[in-house]
């Protein structure tokens, strides 16, 4: 039996604001599908909003990848959306479609984990009709160690907006506009895996014991 | 039994040439004179752009190579501050950072 009730009430109050901060570590403007934001860090120049690039991995390691399905996001449940929108779910699967296409160049694409397969995660967040939202991580299908984190967002362009609002008129009236963003992306995602990974393999070239240049 | 020595010898040189060769570490990077320094930051940019493959799948190489030359005085402050920071600091450190630059430039 407490004898302090007040000191007790003191106690649980101070237990409820230590939990809220530490639930509350996720910046406001991410959705909770990368899970940890703790290593993102602002991206500079053309990277996206929010990076996470694991520099000392070596990408010249894997030659195959997972590409998960795209999940449609819900921000504000933290969990993917219950009853999205047909346009929502027309969108992840044009984006994995994209991103399948754009990634064989470099990889083989796989279905089941290997310690040389990638396995990419990402999520179309639904949100305002005016911005397309994606959130996305790849990790070693094996170890499941994260290797690039990312979260970006794009504006539409404004004369197709359409009429504001929903989801549905956004792309009812924008498909293309919208497709030609995750074009993009799934390019740009593909060019820089497969920069890092050729970069990574020459620098294994150039350690090789054949080889006697530093530089 | 001389050319077993022989071999022995042989194989220690080839070892030492070849650890000195794959390893450059901070050790060289201070040991480069300033304008030296901008020198091998643009060698290794050539040298990056050289070994990537991505024209076949529409990568614009001169692009990157240009985003990386006009990044060349950053990525050598970049190499500056981890070698003050780890003088023992191996070119593993110095090629995490130029990677995250090719990272940064690659669209």
Known sequence: ?215 | MGWVRLLILVMAISLVWTSAASAMSCQGWNGLAAGKKSDAVDSMIRSAMAGQRGRSYGVNRGAIERCLLGEARNIEYDFDDVCASSRTASMQAINNIFKNYIWTCVN
């Open chain 1, 1 to 215: 039996m407490d004898r302090h009730p007040a000191r007790a009430l003191v106690f649980a109050l101070v237990v409820a604001i230590a939990l809220a901060c530490a639930t509350g570590s996720r910046p406001s403007a991410t959705s909770g599908f990368l899970g940890d934001y703790t290593t993102l860090v602002k991206g500079r120049g053309n990277q996206a909003r929010l990076v996470y690039f694991h520099s000392e991995a070596d990408f010249s390691a894997y030659d195959a990848i997972i590409v998960d399905p795209v999940i449609v996001w819900d921000a504000e449940q933290a969990g993917p959306a219950r009853d999205p929108a047909a346009e929502s779910e027309r969108q992840a699967g044009y984006f994995r479609q994209a991103l399948r296409e754009h990634l064989a160049d470099v990889y083989q694409l796989v279905e089941v984990p290997n310690p040389r397969t990638l396995r990419l995660r990402v999520a179309i967040v639904e949100g305002a009709s005016s911005r397309v939202n994606i959130e996305c991580e790849l990790i070693d299908s094996v170890s499941r160690e994260r290797l690039i984190a990312a979260v970006d967002q794009r504006k539409l362009p404004t004369a197709s907006e359409g009429e504001a609002g929903t989801a549905e008129s956004a792309g009812s009236a924008d498909s293309a506009d919208v497709d030609r963003i995750y074009d993009r992306w799934a390019e740009i995602i593909r060019n820089r895996l497969a920069a890092l990974r050729d970069f990574d393999a020459s620098q294994k070239k150039a350690d090789s014991p054949d080889s006697a240049s530093a530089y």
